[in-house]
Protein backbone atom coordinates (compact mmCIF):
# COMPACT_ATOMS: atom_id res chain seq x y z
CA UNK A 1 0.00 0.00 0.00
CA UNK A 2 0.58 3.92 -0.13
CA UNK A 3 1.29 3.75 3.54
CA UNK A 4 3.72 0.99 3.42
CA UNK A 5 5.68 2.26 0.91
CA UNK A 6 6.01 5.97 2.79
CA UNK A 7 7.19 4.24 5.70
CA UNK A 8 10.02 2.44 3.39
CA UNK A 9 10.78 5.59 2.26
CA UNK A 10 11.06 7.34 5.86
CA UNK A 11 13.65 4.34 6.56
CA UNK A 12 15.38 4.70 3.59
CA UNK A 13 16.11 8.07 3.70
CA UNK A 14 18.42 7.48 7.00
CA UNK A 15 20.40 4.89 5.45
CA UNK A 16 19.79 5.41 1.45
CA UNK A 17 18.93 9.00 0.60
CA UNK A 18 19.47 7.91 -3.56
CA UNK A 19 17.08 4.98 -2.83
CA UNK A 20 14.49 6.52 -0.68
CA UNK A 21 14.37 9.51 -3.66
CA UNK A 22 13.18 6.47 -6.48
CA UNK A 23 10.47 5.19 -3.83
CA UNK A 24 9.06 8.68 -3.43
CA UNK A 25 8.77 8.59 -7.48
CA UNK A 26 7.38 5.30 -7.31
CA UNK A 27 4.53 6.62 -4.67
CA UNK A 28 4.20 9.85 -7.03
CA UNK A 29 3.51 7.94 -9.88
CA UNK A 30 0.99 5.03 -8.26
CA UNK A 31 -0.97 7.96 -6.75
CA UNK A 32 -0.98 9.89 -9.93
CA UNK A 33 -1.82 6.83 -12.11
CA UNK A 34 -4.88 6.00 -9.15
CA UNK A 35 -6.16 9.46 -9.00
CA UNK A 36 -6.36 10.09 -13.07
CA UNK A 37 -8.49 6.37 -12.84
CA UNK A 38 -10.93 7.22 -10.87
CA UNK A 39 -11.12 11.18 -12.20
CA UNK A 40 -10.03 12.41 -8.75
CA UNK A 41 -7.30 14.23 -10.19
CA UNK A 42 -9.40 16.70 -12.19
CA UNK A 43 -9.43 18.72 -8.63
CA UNK A 44 -6.41 17.75 -7.24
CA UNK A 45 -4.38 21.14 -7.52
CA UNK A 46 -0.98 18.69 -7.59
CA UNK A 47 -2.35 17.55 -11.31
CA UNK A 48 -4.60 20.09 -12.27
CA UNK A 49 -5.32 23.59 -12.92
CA UNK A 50 -6.00 25.69 -9.34
CA UNK A 51 -7.84 28.12 -11.24
CA UNK A 52 -11.62 26.86 -12.02
CA UNK A 53 -11.74 28.68 -14.39
CA UNK A 54 -8.87 27.13 -16.58
CA UNK A 55 -10.15 24.01 -16.08
CA UNK A 56 -13.72 24.81 -17.35
CA UNK A 57 -11.73 26.45 -20.73
CA UNK A 58 -9.93 22.77 -20.70
CA UNK A 59 -13.33 21.08 -20.56
CA UNK A 60 -15.03 23.15 -23.02
CA UNK A 61 -12.37 22.46 -25.55
CA UNK A 62 -11.94 18.65 -25.05
CA UNK A 63 -16.08 18.47 -25.78
CA UNK A 64 -15.02 21.01 -29.00
CA UNK A 65 -13.04 18.61 -30.52
CA UNK A 66 -15.14 15.70 -29.61
CA UNK A 67 -17.57 17.38 -31.63
CA UNK A 68 -15.48 18.76 -34.43
CA UNK A 69 -13.20 16.07 -34.93
CA UNK A 70 -15.55 13.55 -34.39
CA UNK A 71 -19.17 14.29 -34.56
CA UNK A 72 -18.62 16.48 -37.57
CA UNK A 73 -15.63 15.24 -39.31
CA UNK A 74 -15.39 11.70 -40.61
CA UNK A 75 -14.41 9.36 -38.01
CA UNK A 76 -17.84 7.33 -38.46
CA UNK A 77 -16.40 5.86 -41.69
CA UNK A 78 -13.20 4.54 -40.27
CA UNK A 79 -14.57 3.49 -36.98
CA UNK A 80 -17.03 1.05 -39.04
CA UNK A 81 -13.87 -1.30 -40.18
CA UNK A 82 -12.16 -0.93 -36.82
CA UNK A 83 -12.73 -4.41 -36.01
CA UNK A 84 -10.99 -5.60 -39.37
CA UNK A 85 -8.08 -4.34 -38.37
CA UNK A 86 -7.61 -4.08 -34.59
CA UNK A 87 -10.03 -7.02 -33.40
CA UNK A 88 -9.75 -9.61 -35.80
CA UNK A 89 -5.75 -9.06 -36.29
CA UNK A 90 -5.58 -10.32 -32.35
CA UNK A 91 -7.98 -12.70 -32.37
CA UNK A 92 -8.52 -14.60 -36.08
CA UNK A 93 -11.05 -13.68 -38.08
CA UNK A 94 -12.71 -17.26 -37.44
CA UNK A 95 -13.26 -15.94 -33.23
CA UNK A 96 -14.57 -12.45 -34.64
CA UNK A 97 -17.10 -13.86 -36.87
CA UNK A 98 -18.13 -16.75 -35.04
CA UNK A 99 -18.82 -13.97 -32.19
CA UNK A 100 -20.58 -12.12 -34.60
CA UNK A 101 -22.62 -14.95 -35.64
CA UNK A 102 -23.44 -15.81 -32.20
CA UNK A 103 -24.35 -11.99 -31.48
CA UNK A 104 -26.59 -12.88 -34.55
CA UNK A 105 -28.99 -15.49 -33.11
CA UNK A 106 -32.11 -15.43 -33.06
CA UNK A 107 -34.35 -16.23 -30.01
CA UNK A 108 -33.62 -17.56 -26.52
CA UNK A 109 -29.98 -18.60 -27.16
CA UNK A 110 -28.57 -15.52 -29.21
CA UNK A 111 -30.29 -13.13 -26.24
CA UNK A 112 -28.41 -15.22 -23.68
CA UNK A 113 -25.16 -14.73 -25.31
CA UNK A 114 -25.67 -10.80 -25.70
CA UNK A 115 -26.41 -10.87 -22.24
CA UNK A 116 -24.00 -12.62 -21.12
CA UNK A 117 -21.45 -10.04 -23.09
CA UNK A 118 -23.08 -7.17 -21.45
CA UNK A 119 -22.39 -8.41 -17.89
CA UNK A 120 -18.94 -8.01 -18.54
CA UNK A 121 -19.63 -4.05 -18.38
CA UNK A 122 -18.57 -2.95 -22.34
CA UNK A 123 -22.14 -1.23 -22.55
CA UNK A 124 -21.53 0.53 -19.65
CA UNK A 125 -18.56 3.00 -21.61
CA UNK A 126 -19.72 5.83 -23.55
CA UNK A 127 -17.64 7.40 -26.26
CA UNK A 128 -16.44 10.67 -23.77
CA UNK A 129 -15.28 8.04 -21.26
CA UNK A 130 -12.91 5.77 -23.33
CA UNK A 131 -11.47 8.96 -25.18
CA UNK A 132 -11.17 11.47 -22.44
CA UNK A 133 -12.52 9.87 -19.18
CA UNK A 134 -14.95 12.45 -18.34
CA UNK A 135 -18.39 12.69 -19.09
CA UNK A 136 -19.31 15.58 -21.45
CA UNK A 137 -20.33 18.80 -19.57
CA UNK A 138 -23.85 20.26 -19.07
CA UNK A 139 -23.49 23.27 -21.07
CA UNK A 140 -24.25 24.17 -25.15
CA UNK A 141 -20.59 22.63 -25.51
CA UNK A 142 -21.04 19.50 -24.02
CA UNK A 143 -24.71 19.09 -25.48
CA UNK A 144 -23.49 19.66 -28.82
CA UNK A 145 -20.86 17.23 -28.34
CA UNK A 146 -22.96 14.67 -27.34
CA UNK A 147 -25.28 15.35 -29.47
CA UNK A 148 -23.02 15.34 -33.05
CA UNK A 149 -21.56 11.92 -32.27
CA UNK A 150 -24.81 10.45 -31.48
CA UNK A 151 -26.33 11.50 -35.23
CA UNK A 152 -23.54 11.27 -36.95
CA UNK A 153 -23.64 7.47 -36.06
CA UNK A 154 -20.52 7.17 -34.15
CA UNK A 155 -22.04 6.30 -30.47
CA UNK A 156 -24.05 3.68 -32.42
CA UNK A 157 -21.08 2.42 -34.50
CA UNK A 158 -18.66 2.28 -31.52
CA UNK A 159 -21.67 0.41 -29.20
CA UNK A 160 -21.54 -2.15 -31.97
CA UNK A 161 -17.71 -2.51 -32.17
CA UNK A 162 -17.57 -2.63 -28.05
CA UNK A 163 -20.22 -6.24 -28.29
CA UNK A 164 -17.87 -7.98 -31.73
CA UNK A 165 -14.38 -6.99 -29.76
CA UNK A 166 -16.03 -8.38 -26.16
CA UNK A 167 -17.83 -11.41 -28.13
CA UNK A 168 -14.85 -11.98 -30.47
CA UNK A 169 -12.48 -12.04 -27.18
CA UNK A 170 -15.03 -14.49 -25.48
CA UNK A 171 -14.35 -17.08 -28.16
CA UNK A 172 -10.01 -16.46 -28.17
CA UNK A 173 -10.58 -17.01 -24.78
CA UNK A 174 -11.95 -20.21 -25.23
CA UNK A 175 -9.42 -21.12 -28.13
CA UNK A 176 -6.66 -19.52 -25.86
CA UNK A 177 -7.61 -22.68 -23.27
CA UNK A 178 -7.78 -25.13 -25.17
CA UNK A 179 -4.52 -24.12 -27.55
CA UNK A 180 -2.64 -24.08 -24.27
CA UNK A 181 -2.73 -28.08 -23.65
CA UNK A 182 -1.41 -28.12 -27.49
CA UNK A 183 0.94 -30.65 -28.48
CA UNK A 184 2.98 -28.53 -30.30
CA UNK A 185 5.18 -26.67 -27.92
CA UNK A 186 5.35 -23.13 -30.04
CA UNK A 187 1.70 -23.06 -29.95
CA UNK A 188 1.43 -23.87 -26.17
CA UNK A 189 3.70 -21.10 -25.50
CA UNK A 190 1.95 -18.73 -27.84
CA UNK A 191 -1.71 -19.27 -25.94
CA UNK A 192 0.15 -19.13 -22.56
CA UNK A 193 1.62 -15.93 -23.33
CA UNK A 194 -1.85 -14.17 -24.35
CA UNK A 195 -3.55 -16.02 -21.59
CA UNK A 196 -1.44 -13.75 -19.15
CA UNK A 197 -2.08 -10.78 -21.18
CA UNK A 198 -5.65 -11.24 -20.38
CA UNK A 199 -4.99 -11.31 -16.69
CA UNK A 200 -5.26 -15.41 -16.97
CA UNK A 201 -3.17 -17.79 -15.17
CA UNK A 202 -1.47 -20.64 -17.92
CA UNK A 203 -2.36 -22.94 -15.27
CA UNK A 204 -5.80 -22.25 -14.63
CA UNK A 205 -7.77 -25.41 -16.03
CA UNK A 206 -11.48 -24.34 -15.74
CA UNK A 207 -12.25 -20.57 -16.20
CA UNK A 208 -14.65 -18.71 -13.44
CA UNK A 209 -17.43 -16.30 -14.77
CA UNK A 210 -15.64 -13.53 -13.38
CA UNK A 211 -12.43 -14.59 -14.76
CA UNK A 212 -14.45 -15.27 -18.67
CA UNK A 213 -15.71 -11.30 -17.78
CA UNK A 214 -12.88 -9.54 -16.78
CA UNK A 215 -10.76 -10.95 -19.79
CA UNK A 216 -13.62 -9.90 -22.38
CA UNK A 217 -13.45 -6.46 -20.44
CA UNK A 218 -9.99 -5.94 -20.86
CA UNK A 219 -9.25 -7.16 -24.45
CA UNK A 220 -12.53 -4.97 -25.76
CA UNK A 221 -11.12 -1.99 -23.98
CA UNK A 222 -7.15 -2.28 -25.23
CA UNK A 223 -8.64 -4.14 -28.82
CA UNK A 224 -10.61 -0.88 -29.54
CA UNK A 225 -7.71 1.51 -28.31
CA UNK A 226 -10.01 3.13 -25.29
CA UNK A 227 -8.14 4.98 -22.64
CA UNK A 228 -5.89 3.07 -19.85
CA UNK A 229 -4.74 4.55 -17.66
CA UNK A 230 -2.23 1.47 -16.46
CA UNK A 231 -0.53 1.40 -20.52
CA UNK A 232 -0.68 4.58 -21.53
CA UNK A 233 1.98 7.49 -20.39
CA UNK A 234 1.17 9.50 -18.06
CA UNK A 235 1.14 12.61 -20.33
CA UNK A 236 -1.78 11.15 -22.70
CA UNK A 237 -4.23 11.08 -18.94
CA UNK A 238 -2.95 14.69 -17.36
CA UNK A 239 -5.86 17.23 -17.56
CA UNK A 240 -3.68 19.55 -17.74
CA UNK A 241 -2.68 18.53 -21.54
CA UNK A 242 -5.57 15.98 -21.91
CA UNK A 243 -6.53 19.20 -25.10
CA UNK A 244 -3.63 18.67 -26.78
CA UNK A 245 -2.91 14.96 -26.50
CA UNK A 246 -6.69 13.89 -27.00
CA UNK A 247 -6.84 11.91 -30.02
CA UNK A 248 -2.65 10.76 -30.10
CA UNK A 249 -3.56 7.50 -28.37
CA UNK A 250 -4.82 6.14 -31.29
CA UNK A 251 -2.21 6.70 -33.60
CA UNK A 252 0.35 5.69 -30.65
CA UNK A 253 -1.21 2.56 -30.11
CA UNK A 254 -1.70 1.28 -33.63
Not at 6 to 26: F, G, I
Not at 106 to 135: A, C, H, W
Not at 154 to 176: D, R
Amino acid sequence: TIADLRKLESELALTNPTKALQVSKEISAIDKIYKIGFSLAETDPRFNYNDPRSRKALKVLVDFEVATKIGLGYATIPNITQTLISTAVKTGYYNTFKGIIKLSLPGDTGKKYRNNIKKSGISNLSVFQMISGLEPSDRFMGRFANFATKISGFQTINKVNQYVSAAAGKEYLSSLMKAKNSKIQGRRNWAKKNLKDLGIDPSTKKLTEKQTLESMYRFSRDAQLQRNVLNDPLFFNDPRFRPFVLFKRFGYKQ
